[in-house]
Protein backbone atom coordinates (compact mmCIF):
# COMPACT_ATOMS: atom_id res chain seq x y z
CA UNK A 1 0.00 0.00 0.00
CA UNK A 2 1.18 3.55 -1.20
CA UNK A 3 4.26 1.60 -1.64
CA UNK A 4 6.33 1.99 -4.97
CA UNK A 5 9.29 -0.08 -6.66
CA UNK A 6 11.64 3.07 -6.52
CA UNK A 7 10.66 5.59 -4.31
CA UNK A 8 13.38 7.86 -5.58
CA UNK A 9 13.02 9.11 -9.92
CA UNK A 10 15.47 7.33 -11.54
CA UNK A 11 15.72 7.13 -15.79
CA UNK A 12 12.48 6.10 -17.16
CA UNK A 13 10.63 6.27 -13.76
CA UNK A 14 10.09 10.06 -13.18
CA UNK A 15 6.57 9.73 -10.58
CA UNK A 16 8.95 9.22 -7.73
CA UNK A 17 10.45 11.74 -4.77
CA UNK A 18 13.44 13.15 -6.06
CA UNK A 19 16.82 12.27 -4.54
CA UNK A 20 17.27 15.80 -2.89
CA UNK A 21 13.97 15.63 -1.15
CA UNK A 22 15.39 12.22 0.96
CA UNK A 23 18.77 13.46 1.20
CA UNK A 24 17.51 16.80 3.00
CA UNK A 25 15.66 14.28 5.11
CA UNK A 26 18.50 12.85 6.13
CA UNK A 27 20.40 16.34 7.05
CA UNK A 28 18.03 17.82 8.76
CA UNK A 29 17.52 14.59 10.69
CA UNK A 30 20.85 14.99 12.04
CA UNK A 31 19.99 18.71 12.98
CA UNK A 32 16.74 18.22 14.50
CA UNK A 33 15.06 14.63 14.63
CA UNK A 34 12.06 15.24 16.35
CA UNK A 35 10.79 18.13 14.20
CA UNK A 36 12.12 15.81 11.39
CA UNK A 37 10.17 13.09 12.38
CA UNK A 38 6.86 15.89 12.84
CA UNK A 39 7.36 17.29 9.00
CA UNK A 40 7.73 13.76 7.87
CA UNK A 41 4.14 12.54 9.99
CA UNK A 42 3.01 16.08 8.61
CA UNK A 43 4.15 14.70 4.93
CA UNK A 44 2.24 11.28 5.20
CA UNK A 45 -1.17 12.87 5.65
CA UNK A 46 -1.30 15.79 3.36
CA UNK A 47 -4.52 17.37 2.80
CA UNK A 48 -6.11 14.65 5.08
CA UNK A 49 -9.46 16.15 6.80
CA UNK A 50 -8.02 14.54 10.22
CA UNK A 51 -4.36 15.06 9.59
CA UNK A 52 -4.40 16.46 13.20
CA UNK A 53 -5.90 13.67 15.06
CA UNK A 54 -3.63 11.07 12.97
CA UNK A 55 -0.18 12.68 13.48
CA UNK A 56 -0.79 12.92 17.15
CA UNK A 57 -2.27 9.17 16.82
CA UNK A 58 1.37 8.58 15.06
CA UNK A 59 3.62 10.54 17.57
CA UNK A 60 2.42 8.37 20.65
CA UNK A 61 3.13 5.26 18.86
CA UNK A 62 6.39 6.36 17.65
CA UNK A 63 7.25 7.94 21.26
CA UNK A 64 5.73 5.61 23.57
CA UNK A 65 8.47 3.64 24.50
CA UNK A 66 11.57 5.73 23.89
CA UNK A 67 12.74 8.62 20.74
CA UNK A 68 13.56 6.94 17.60
CA UNK A 69 17.64 6.22 17.35
CA UNK A 70 19.24 8.79 14.63
CA UNK A 71 21.00 5.98 13.30
CA UNK A 72 17.83 4.02 12.39
CA UNK A 73 16.16 6.55 10.93
CA UNK A 74 19.47 7.19 8.96
CA UNK A 75 19.48 3.64 7.31
CA UNK A 76 15.91 3.87 6.56
CA UNK A 77 16.23 6.95 4.50
CA UNK A 78 19.42 5.19 2.63
CA UNK A 79 17.48 2.31 1.56
CA UNK A 80 14.53 4.15 0.57
CA UNK A 81 17.24 5.99 -1.45
CA UNK A 82 19.12 3.19 -2.99
CA UNK A 83 16.25 0.73 -3.53
CA UNK A 84 15.21 0.18 -7.06
CA UNK A 85 12.87 -3.47 -7.51
CA UNK A 86 11.83 -2.62 -10.50
CA UNK A 87 13.04 -5.48 -12.10
CA UNK A 88 12.01 -7.98 -9.84
CA UNK A 89 8.30 -6.40 -9.86
CA UNK A 90 8.63 -6.70 -13.74
CA UNK A 91 9.51 -10.75 -13.31
CA UNK A 92 6.81 -11.36 -10.47
CA UNK A 93 5.17 -14.25 -11.35
CA UNK A 94 2.33 -13.17 -8.53
CA UNK A 95 -0.40 -10.97 -8.62
CA UNK A 96 0.37 -7.77 -7.32
CA UNK A 97 -1.60 -5.43 -5.99
CA UNK A 98 -0.69 -1.46 -5.10
CA UNK A 99 -3.43 1.08 -3.23
CA UNK A 100 -2.43 4.31 -3.82
CA UNK A 101 -3.36 7.49 -2.26
CA UNK A 102 -4.66 10.44 -4.51
CA UNK A 103 -3.36 13.12 -2.31
CA UNK A 104 0.06 10.86 -1.25
CA UNK A 105 3.17 13.55 -1.19
CA UNK A 106 5.76 10.40 -0.96
CA UNK A 107 4.60 8.15 -3.23
CA UNK A 108 2.67 9.82 -6.08
CA UNK A 109 -0.31 8.02 -7.52
CA UNK A 110 0.37 9.08 -10.87
CA UNK A 111 2.89 5.96 -10.51
CA UNK A 112 -0.10 3.78 -11.95
CA UNK A 113 0.86 4.04 -15.51
CA UNK A 114 4.55 2.71 -14.49
CA UNK A 115 3.35 -0.02 -12.32
CA UNK A 116 0.63 -1.33 -14.84
CA UNK A 117 3.26 -1.10 -17.96
CA UNK A 118 6.19 -3.31 -15.90
CA UNK A 119 3.41 -6.61 -15.15
CA UNK A 120 -0.09 -7.46 -16.25
CA UNK A 121 0.30 -9.50 -12.83
CA UNK A 122 0.00 -5.80 -10.90
CA UNK A 123 -3.67 -4.23 -10.95
CA UNK A 124 -3.75 -0.67 -8.59
CA UNK A 125 -6.50 1.14 -6.75
CA UNK A 126 -6.32 5.01 -5.73
CA UNK A 127 -8.42 6.22 -2.94
CA UNK A 128 -9.24 10.30 -3.29
CA UNK A 129 -9.24 12.46 -0.77
CA UNK A 130 -6.48 10.24 0.53
CA UNK A 131 -2.69 10.73 1.83
CA UNK A 132 0.26 8.33 2.59
CA UNK A 133 -1.79 5.88 5.26
CA UNK A 134 -5.25 4.32 3.58
CA UNK A 135 -5.37 2.21 6.05
CA UNK A 136 -5.05 5.16 9.03
CA UNK A 137 -7.09 7.47 7.39
CA UNK A 138 -9.36 5.83 5.28
CA UNK A 139 -9.62 2.36 6.76
CA UNK A 140 -12.88 1.06 5.73
CA UNK A 141 -12.45 1.85 2.35
CA UNK A 142 -9.12 0.16 2.40
CA UNK A 143 -10.56 -2.67 4.11
CA UNK A 144 -12.48 -3.18 1.30
CA UNK A 145 -10.52 -2.85 -1.61
CA UNK A 146 -7.75 -5.02 0.43
CA UNK A 147 -10.32 -7.64 2.33
Known amino acids: MCSTPSFTQRDHF ?4 SSDLL ?11 KKTIARFFM ?3 YAETNAKQIVAKLNKQVHRIHEPSAVVL ?6 LLNIDC ?6 STIPVYFVLGK ?4 VPYQVKKDLLSM ?15 PFVSHAEEFNQLVF
Open 14 to 17: SDAM
Open 23 to 33: SQFALQLQQNR
Open 43 to 45: LQV
Open 74 to 79: AKGLEY
Open 86 to 91: RLALSE
Open 103 to 106: NDRL
Open 119 to 133: NTMVSVSIIDGCAHL
